[in-house]
């Protein structure tokens, strides 16, 4: 069993910039793929950014790319999603999740957490 506990989350104006961490615990999740995930009210769930257990790979939303960055520290079993040049419409509730292939999809992951808000506005 995977727990995972996001936090970081807050409200920031156009322009500026966040720093999620999701902490993991329990067996197997130093190895296992991680990402980030997020919903707006009334759309569906988007897979944003997905990192390899070794860190070698990512994989972003085309939205991001340029303006997100994640990463992950093995040693203390925690990822981030660095945001920068945040806009209005990159708020939503963003999630962690951990799974076992490398992609933006949810249906793969199989362990999840509580979502931290996210709200850019001025």
């Known amino acids: 069993q995977v727990r995972l506990l996001e936090s970081g989350g807050g409200s920031v104006q156009p322009g500026g910039s966040l720093r999620l961490s999701c902490v993991a615990s329990?067996?197997?999740?130093?190895?296992?793929?991680m990402g980030w995930f997020r919903q707006a009210p009334g759309k569906e769930r988007e897979g944003v950014a997905c990192i390899s257990g070794d860190t070698s790979r990512t994989r972003y939303v085309d939205s991001v790319k340029g303006r997100f960055t994640i990463t992950r520290d093995n040693r203390k079993n925690i990822m981030y999603l660095h945001m920068t040049s945040l806009k209005p419409e990159d708020t939503a509730v963003y999630y962690c999740a951990a799974g076992n292939i490398l992609n933006l999809d949810e249906r793969v992951y199989d362990y999840w957490g509580q979502g931290t808000q996210v709200t850019v506005s001025a």
């Open positions: 329990g067996r197997g999740a130093r190895n296992m793929i």
